[in-house]
């Protein structure tokens, strides 16, 4: 996507590229004819040719093509580093123009690393004995949301000794199943059915 948007031109850059078609071949053609003033002028060679390299120099069409594309890729390519998607020099350029921003959703906001913020026991279960039970087992899965769990939960029971889980089993789209001390244990979403937790 970022390659995708470094190819993408800003208006600055279309407007550079249609001046560069007429100014580079105008400011060449006008070098040669100063290369040659001195068969019009009585001036030496010498002289013309200080004169056609000083207006070449200074008309450097050469950093006028290059500079407004390496900044706005220079700048794409920033904001990529920082984790932001600019999708090319139009919208790089219209950032200067803005005096407000709209997000559509929270996942453009957040650093999208989940984390565990309450921890709400049913039943006969306690808080403490539903973390444990909830870190053993969810220390075995790699998912995003089970590690979220694992050091939210770690954190609070601190130097509690956790139960040994075994046996993890994948619930598609459910969560999952595992044994915890010889018994059946069960953490999912609402599409577990009639249960977020389960001890058997």
Known sequence: MVKEAETQKSPTQQL?????????PA?????????FAFLVINETFADSFYRAM????????????????????AGVARAARQGVLIKGG?????????????????GTLTEGKPRLTAVIPFGALGREALL???VA????????????I????????GKTVIPEAEQLEALTARGVKAQVDEQTVHIGNRRLPGFYYKLN
């Open 132 to 134: 444990q039970v909830a």
């Open 90 to 106: 139009r919208p790089l350029e219209d950032l200067g123009d803005l005096n407000a921003v709209a997000f559509d959703k929270t």
């Open 150 to 157: 694992v050091e939210g939960g770690s954190a609070e029971l």
């Open 16 to 24: 550079t590229d249609r001046f560069e078609r007429y100014f580079v």
């Open 137 to 148: 087992v969810e220390a075995l899965s790699d998912h995003p949301l089970a590690q979220a």
């Open 27 to 35: 400011v060449l053609v006008l070098v040669v004819l100063l290369l």
């Open 54 to 73: 000083a207006v070449l120099v200074a008309a450097s069409p050469c950093a006028l093509a290059i500079s407004t594309p390496s900044a706005v890729l």
